[in-house]
């Protein structure tokens, strides 16, 4: 299949964290088994340095999670993944998505970082399922 594949920040957390007992969830075995199917055919997954810093805020301030748990989610996080950087021209583009679609600045900012890598898919639970930007991307929650 070899897409290119972009990760929201829910799906990560669902991959890392289970239930508030600590149980295995759901979620938490569909998206690791989803995720390693996406591997085992070769898509590329892609992430930006946004996804990183909101997954950082969410093990710490919702789950408060211990720091050193966290960093190691992080790193093994970012094995798993190719970090987007984020550059002046794609805040730039970002608005511009922002006004078109009638989105929050940060679900454009992620849009835009998936855009720029021309990813295919963004697994998000977020957004709504199945609309596709700029004729491009097209959004799929996992869960559908």
Same mark, same amino acid.
């Given at each position: 299949m070899n897409d290119k594949i972009f990760i929201d920040t829910n799906i990560w957390v669902y991959f890392w964290l289970k239930d508030e007992t600590n149980q295995v969830?759901? $979620?938490?075995?569909? #998206?690791?088994?989803?995720?390693?199917?996406?591997?085992?055919?070769?898509?590329? *997954?892609? &992430?930006?340095?946004?996804?990183?810093n909101e997954l950082s805020n969410v093990f710490?301030?919702?789950y408060k999670?211990?720091?050193?748990?966290?960093?190691y989610y992080l790193g093994f996080t970012k094995e798993l993944t190719e970090i987007i950087s984020i550059e002046f021209e794609d805040i730039l $583009?970002?608005?511009? #998505?922002?006004?078109?679609?009638n989105l929050s600045y940060f679900d454009s900012l992620? *849009?835009? &970082?998936?855009?720029?890598t021309n990813c295919t898919i963004l697994y998000s639970e977020d957004l709504n399922h199945?609309?596709?930007?700029?004729?491009?991307?097209?959004?799929?929650?996992?869960?559908?």
């Amino acid at each position: 299949m070899n897409d290119k594949i972009f990760i929201d920040t829910n799906i990560w957390v669902y991959f890392w964290l289970k239930d508030e007992t600590n149980q295995v969830n759901d $979620k938490n075995k569909f #998206i690791v088994n989803y995720l390693d199917k996406q591997r085992e055919e070769n898509n590329q *997954i892609f &992430s930006s340095i946004q996804i990183f810093n909101e997954l950082s805020n969410v093990f710490l301030k919702k789950y408060k999670l211990d720091f050193e748990i966290v960093k190691y989610y992080l790193g093994f996080t970012k094995e798993l993944t190719e970090i987007i950087s984020i550059e002046f021209e794609d805040i730039l $583009k970002a608005i511009d #998505i922002k006004q078109k679609y009638n989105l929050s600045y940060f679900d454009s900012l992620m *849009i835009q &970082s998936a855009l720029k890598t021309n990813c295919t898919i963004l697994y998000s639970e977020d957004l709504n399922h199945n609309q596709i930007f700029e004729n491009k991307l097209k959004v799929v929650n996992p869960f559908k």
